[in-house]
């Protein structure tokens, strides 16, 4: 497909939670020429005003599976030719089930729309750790998966078929700008997982990603998203906390090697064009403010 959109090609894009990832997704989307509006929610409602500044239609949208959506609200919002999906479970604060409740909620609401295309972002923790390759037909189920629920809300917008396309992306460690890997470890000691390849995509490549897909088109199919090169914990901690003057952490060797998993994104790679602007999780960009 051209670079050069035609008007007529233009798609209305709602993004469904425009936080760290989806705001920036939305800014690009602005500046794509793929799209004629974007949409984007918030459960809270100072970011409105930051969504009115960037051209962005703002919606105070809250997924509260006992109270239901807001009818008159979420019709307007889910008026699009495609939704994006990025909203993450809050593993911390998390009723069991809750998420999953959300997400049916929301194909429910997808279901009645007229959108005809959906990308729901998921996360590569749904693979277990072990010590293997993973690849997106080991996890299909919940039982199969390290984080049943997400696998269930992923299914439960999958069901969204055949009548819209569902692309599901399953995104490794999200990085960059203020989310650096060292400071969650600086000055730490005797850490035993430091020989442990990592999965990482940086925000500008999973933005870029995303913003291919809606461009060459969806597919109906499930796809690993992460960076090419999977270098260790350590090599990635000391070398974030030497960009910033931080105490790096120490590491040893565990009497017995921890277990991990090494994402493959090889699919994606066969199925869309898509060069990596961070391909080596050692030459991520960061900065200390948000970089929004």
């Known amino acids: ?23 920036s997704l939305a800014k690009r989307l602005l500046g794509s020429g793929i799209t004629s509006v974007v949409k984007g929610s918030t459960t809270s409602e100072t970011k409105l005003d930051i969504f009115a500044g960037v051209g962005v239609d703002g919606y105070l949208l809250p997924l509260n599976p006992d109270a239901g959506l807001d009818a008159d609200i979420s019709g307007s919002f889910f008026d699009a030719d495609i939704v994006v999906i990025a909203v993450p479970p809050r593993m911390s604060q998390n009723v069991a089930g809750n998420y999953t409740a959300q997400m049916q909620m929301v194909a429910e609401a997808i279901r009645q729309s007229p959108a005809k295309e959906v990308v729901f972002v998921s996360s590569t923790g749904v693979y277990r750790d072990l010590s293997q390759t993973a690849v997106e037909p080991d ?21 969204l078929r055949p009548g819209k396309t569902v692309t599901i992306l399953r995104l490794s460690g999200l990085l960059g700008y203020n989310r650096i890997p060292g400071k969650y470890v600086k000055g730490q000691k005797d850490m035993t997982t430091g020989d442990i390849p990592v999965n990482y995509i940086h925000r500008d490549d999973a933005v870029g990603i995303i913003t291919a897909v809606v461009r060459q088109g969806l597919q109906n199919e499930t796809f690993n998203i992460t960076a090419p090169f999977h270098p260790t914990r350590s090599e990635v901690y000391v070398d974030s906390c030497a960009q910033f003057g931080w105490e790096a952490p120490t590491f040893r060797k565990p009497e017995v090697p921890p277990s991990f998993k090494v994402i493959s994104g090889d699919k994606f790679g066969k199925a869309y064009r898509y060069d990596f602007k961070y391909p080596d999780p050692l030459l991520f960009h960061y900065q200390l403010d948000e970089g929004l």
Not at 3 to 22: F, H, P, T, Y
């Open 139 to 159: 996890v299909q189920l919940p039982e199969h998966s390290a984080q049943p629920e997400m696998v269930a809300a992923e299914n439960a917008i999958a069901a």
């Open 1 to 23: 497909m051209s670079e050069q959109v035609s008007k007529v090609e233009k798609k209305r894009i709602s993004i469904l939670g425009c936080g760290w990832l989806g705001f």
